[in-house]
Structures are given as C-alpha cells and as structure tokens.
C-alpha cells in the first residue's frame, strides 16, 4: 500500500473548506482557504477579469447560496493536484454554481506551515436546463 504524501492531504483539506464555503455561501471559510492577497482571474469577451478576494467575498455574499437554492454537489471533483514545490501545488477542478459549471484552477502556497490558495483562474460552460 502507497502512504498518502501529507502535503497532498493538507492541500486536499483547504481545497475543500474552499469548496464547502462557496457551496454554503460562506465566506468565513472562503477567507481562511484563500491568501488575503489573492484574486481570482478570468477573460470576459477577450479581456482580463480580476477580482480580488474581498470584492469577491462581497459578491458572494449578496448572491444565493448553491445549498439555499437546495442544488446538490454532484459537480464537486477535484481533477488534479499537482505540487510543483515543497510550498507550491495546483489543483484543478469542477464546481458549480448551476446553471454554471466552473473549472477552477487554484495555485496554493504553503506559508507558515499552512496551504492556502493565492490566485484562481477560471472559466465556466452553462449547462442545459
């Protein structure tokens, strides 16, 4: 049997609190999955989208939840993790805000002992209702 790499269980475990804060709308747990300086970044119409952690904390906040609209977490899976350094992953993955389907790809950074993630860039499909 292959022993878990640690790193990779703490990385799966703040990857997770990020998940269960966007499913709940909770942004308490959004704030200590991500680094206070992260942003998140998209392209919109052929141009950069960046959204700062706490302007993006008050967009989730003025939003319904995904668990008060009663959706379900099937979309939720984690593609990839890919550590790229002793203090440094990737993760790629799968939520979803329905009816959008989000591919997140989050880099973490290991600081004082703990993961958390510093940048998010995104892009997301509209499912068929």
Known sequence: MT???PQITDILEIVQ???????AGDTAKLRQAFHPASSLFASA???????????????????????????????DRILSVDMTGP?????????????????????????DGRWQIISKTYTFETLPA
């Open 3 to 5: 022993a878990v790499n």
């Open 87 to 111: 203090d440094t992953a990737m993760v790629k993955l799968n939520c979803a805000i329905l009816p959008r389907l989000f591919t997140d790809y989050l880099s973490l950074i290991r600081l």
């Open 17 to 23: 609190v990020y998940l269960d804060g966007l499913y």
């Open 45 to 75: 119409d052929g141009k950069l989208v960046q959204v700062p952690r706490e302007d993006w904390c008050k967009m989730v906040e003025g939003r319904p939840a995904p668990q008060a609209k009663g959706q379900g977490r099937e979309h």
